[in-house]
């Protein structure tokens, strides 16, 4: 009776993990969704600005509906589209992003990359994400500089330790980006210093949420943080959350607005909009874009 309760036991816990991996394979990983946050950082009495921001695409040439679905994005109405990294998955992807993107790119936009946007995905251990001293292991070079000059050329700030200021929605903007600090392409020195006090909002890129680049942003009066990397843990557990970040971020702020620790800063991490194409799945952390309402403090 005993080995009779233990096999059924075993059949039901097998059951459930293949119906939960093809709800989360075939489901939610394609279940996009459009959050939104007020982040009180304008001046008294100031006017709404909204920023769009989009992250880790991961795209495949194949990956249409993801494609359409960003493209719908300009239906939103930006004043600003910020990019923080993670766009291709294929060394074919670029003519996919640009599809994505077309209708955003007559808006101000600004971005950064992540290390994948220079080298292309190969197959991984998912365990190995809760290795913090894991080597990264590097695919395919992709086509970056194909992308960059797509982007730079409709007019978006090419914020890959870089710092600039633009005009969106009638305000004026002060940028700061590194490179993908998870690769160690970051180099804040050179684009380090306090920000203008004569501009309505400074905001700060980087595709990795590395806690010494923000830290060293929010020191310089960066008001408001912008990364993506960690796909909101892309698998997480109800009333949990996500199980790993896979950079030094605490995984209490995988995803989502949040205020800086010991500054008066906020950090949006965006969960993003793809995976990783040898682990396509999604767990409780569905793919997300963020529209981000500033508005006064």
Request: proline letters at 8%.
């Amino acid at each position: 009776m005993r080995s009779k309760t233990v096999r059924r036991l075993a059949a039901g816990t097998a059951a459930a993990g293949a119906a939960a991996f093809a709800y989360a394979s075939l489901v939610e990983r394609n279940m996009f969704t459009l959050r939104r946050f007020d982040v009180p950082v304008l001046a008294p009495d100031a006017e709404p600005l909204r920023i769009l921001h989009l992250s880790d695409f991961h795209l495949t040439p194949g990956q249409h509906r993801k494609q359409r679905w960003i493209a719908e994005l300009a239906g939103t109405d930006p004043d600003l589209v910020v990019v923080t990294g993670d766009n291709m998955a294929h060394v074919d992807a670029v003519p996919a992003v640009v599809r994505a993107l077309t209708p955003l790119l007559d808006r101000p936009g600004a971005f950064v990359f992540g290390s994948n946007d220079y080298r292309g995905p190969v197959l991984k251990n998912p365990f190995g994400y809760f290795n913090r001293d894991k080597p990264y292991v590097q695919g395919a070079v992709l086509p970056t500089e194909e992308l960059r000059d797509v982007l730079t050329g409709s007019g978006w700030a090419d914020l890959n330790n870089a710092r600039t200021t633009i005009k969106a929605g009638g305000r004026t903007v002060e940028l700061v980006g590194v490179d993908d600090p998870h690769v160690g392409r970051d180099d804040y020195d050179s684009v380090a210093g306090p920000a203008s006090p004569d501009v309505d909002v400074r905001i700060g890129l980087t595709h990795s949420p590395e806690p010494q680049v923000l830290d060293r942003m929010a020191d310089d009066g960066f008001d408001l943080l912008l990364a993506g990397h960690t796909h909101g843990g892309q698998v997480a557990l109800p009333f949990f959350g996500a199980l790993v970040t896979n950079c030094g971020l605490d995984r209490r702020m995988a995803k989502g607005l949040h205020r800086w620790p010991f500054s008066s800063a906020f950090l949006h991490v965006s969960a993003g909009l793809g995976t990783h194409p040898t682990a396509p799945v999604r767990f409780a952390c569905p793919p997300e874009a963020s529209i981000l309402t500033l508005v006064p403090r």
